[in-house]
């Protein structure tokens, strides 16, 4: 009888491991992600910012704190930290959302 081949799962996928949880505020709204990373698209998208494509994701430095990086639409946003962040969405060319 063959043993089932555990290897052949793929070494890093999508979903976390433990079911963790990812929470993730911008402006107003609370959002929650089960997978880390997300695309900035995906976050813009489910907090109303469409299209996506003419904001700008910034990942704050705490709720009202200054921005630490900046996303595109196209770009992979890790979540895994070990408390919630914070984001804004800045429409491109000019002012804050």
Excluded at 4 to 26: K, L, M, N, Y
Excluded at 34 to 49: C, R, W, Y
């Amino acid at each position: 009888m063959n043993k089932p081949d555990v290897s052949a799962e793929p070494a890093a996928t999508a979903r976390h491991q433990d079911g963790r949880t990812f929470v993730v505020h911008i402006g107003a709204l609370t959002l929650k992600f089960d997978e880390s990373p997300v695309q900035a698209a995906t976050i813009l998208t489910k907090a109303g910012f469409t299209p996506p494509e003419d904001y700008t994701l910034e990942r704050l430095k705490g709720a009202q704190g200054p921005a630490e990086e900046e996303f595109e639409a196209a770009d992979l946003v890790p979540l895994d930290e070990a408390h919630a962040q914070h984001f804004r969405a800045v429409p491109k060319g000019g002012g804050r959302s």
